[in-house]
């Protein structure tokens, strides 16, 4: 880079006089434009989310949400509390909502600190994995504190131009709570105020509010496919109701979509050449002739030795026409012979 260089520039009077030389930098390079890193958006969305006032409404939620997250994203918060361990998931719907309910409980400021973080790239995602996130609020009710929830943050970017989020899935793993020291030092003589103090106003780093609003959407989420119906057809929540009922019948009573077979290819079989198949069919008259001369000599030898033998029967490991294995040979008045089956 010859960005900051300069050169000493002479400059020269029409007399051949020559003045101080003066310093010129040259032409400035400027960097390649690249696209923004996944961990810039998140500083991008701290800083949107300083940015609220008090009368942001759900429009400016609904904008937030838009700015930052896909139309098909979820938000997933697993935690553990003292009746067992937690897991919420909400849609693209519910998301500026469960944003609000922050600030709603009492929170005044609300950003994200990601440490170390590790970067994967696909073919259409960015995936963020960072094992010591931080939550941080500042909580102003009902005191002054400011609480840190540590936990492993996965986000999954599109790669694109918009780089917004698609999958959000923050797991907690402790929380702290901290109190300035001036505070505890100006009710160091109450004992009420410093039993107060040292209750927790969060639990796992969640206000009251979040919390109740994430219970609530484990009924909402499975409503949103009658609320949009709803929203669309204009339609009576017990008429969206059997039409969605139907609906889910319909798909569970179809029998599934056979997958289409590709027409097989007919392949040709090579015919042997006529040479061939004429030896090998003089070949086989030529064995079934000598085997009956064989037998019909072993007949008439049998039945000129025994006079007045009609029949002699023959048996045989080969079958007959019918699959018997025994045959009989019989003599025709005329002195020929006649197998009979």
């Not at 609000?100 to 960015?126: A, M, P, R, W």
């Not at 009956?292 to 023959?314: C, D, E, F, M, R």
Request: hydrophobic letters at 30%; a positive charge.
């Amino acid at each position: 880079m010859l960005t900051g260089l300069a050169i000493r520039l002479p400059r020269v009077l029409a007399g051949g006089k020559k003045l101080k030389p003066n310093l010129r930098p040259l032409v400035r390079l400027r960097h390649t434009p690249y696209m923004v890193q996944p961990e810039y958006r998140i500083y991008e969305m701290n800083k949107r989310l300083q940015s609220r006032t008090e009368d942001s409404d759900n429009l400016w939620w609904d904008a937030f949400a838009t700015e930052f997250f896909e139309d098909d994203a979820t938000l997933t918060l697993s935690f553990c509390l003292e009746d067992g361990p937690k897991r919420y998931t909400i849609g693209r719907t519910l998301i500026p909502r469960y944003f609000s309910t922050v600030f709603e409980g009492g929170v005044t400021d609300l950003y994200y600190i990601l440490k170390h973080s590790k970067e994967s790239y696909h073919n259409s995602s960015i995936t963020v994995d960072c094992d010591q996130c931080t939550m941080v609020t500042q909580h102003g009710k009902p005191m002054f504190t400011k609480v840190c929830t540590e936990g492993r943050l996965i986000l999954e970017f599109t790669f694109d131009d918009l780089m917004r989020i698609k999958t959000w899935h923050f797991t907690i793993r402790q929380y702290r709570e901290l109190v300035p020291r001036s505070i505890l030092a100006m009710h160091a003589q109450d004992p009420q105020v410093l039993d107060q103090l040292s209750k927790n106003i969060t639990r796992m780093g969640l206000t009251n509010f979040t919390l109740n609003y994430l219970r609530l959407c484990v009924i909402l989420e499975p409503m949103q496919e009658l609320m949009s119906r709803h929203k669309t057809y204009n339609l009576s929540p017990r008429d969206c109701l059997k039409t969605c009922l139907f609906q889910k019948w319909q798909r569970m009573v179809a029998p599934p979509a056979e997958p289409t077979r590709q027409p097989t290819t007919k392949r040709r079989k090579r015919k042997n050449s006529t040479s061939s198949t004429s030896n090998s069919s003089a070949g086989n008259n030529a064995n079934s002739t000598g085997s009956k001369k064989k037998t019909t000599a072993a007949n008439l030898s049998l039945s000129s030795q025994v006079p007045g033998l009609g029949a002699i029967p023959n048996c045989s490991l080969n079958p007959g026409r019918d699959g018997d294995l025994c045959h009989s040979t019989a003599v025709t008045p005329s002195g020929q012979f006649k197998e009979k089956h």
